[in-house]
């Protein structure tokens, strides 16, 4: 069997798609700046599970299951991050939570 070595060098290689990987590198990287954003929702002696809870379900789109792991990391550790994003798609969010007198904010991810 012969083997031609010819034919392993001869990649399809041009400076132009190297410059278009580049761009769409650099284009990830800035998606994932926008999205370094964190709601996190702190415990309180006033509020109930099931309030915290349903409020999750309604505000932040969670499932039933979501909301109670959240609220449980709420009550037992103080605070917990229940949802990631853009700091812009966060707000509303932080706004509503507050309106129904949950303590929230949105910290910048690490």
């Known amino acids: ?23 769409d590198t650099s284009t990830l990287v800035e998606e994932e700046v926008i999205e370094a954003h ?8 006033v509020n109930s599970f099931e309030y915290v809870i349903l409020t999750l379900i309604e505000v932040c789109e969670h499932t039933p299951q979501q ?11 103080g605070k917990c991050g229940v949802k990631t994003g ?10 509503e939570i507050c309106r129904r007198g949950i ?8």
Request: hydrophobic share 40%.
């Open 1 to 23: 069997m012969e083997f031609c070595v010819d034919s392993i060098y001869r990649l399809p290689f041009s400076f132009q798609n190297q410059e278009k990987w580049q761009e």
């Open 67 to 77: 909301a109670e792991q959240c609220t449980l990391q709420i009550h037992f550790r």
């Open 86 to 95: 853009g700091f812009d798609e966060l707000v509303a969010m932080r706004n």
């Open 38 to 45: 964190q709601l996190i929702v702190y415990n309180d002696e």
């Open 103 to 110: 303590s929230a904010e949105i910290e910048a991810s690490a």
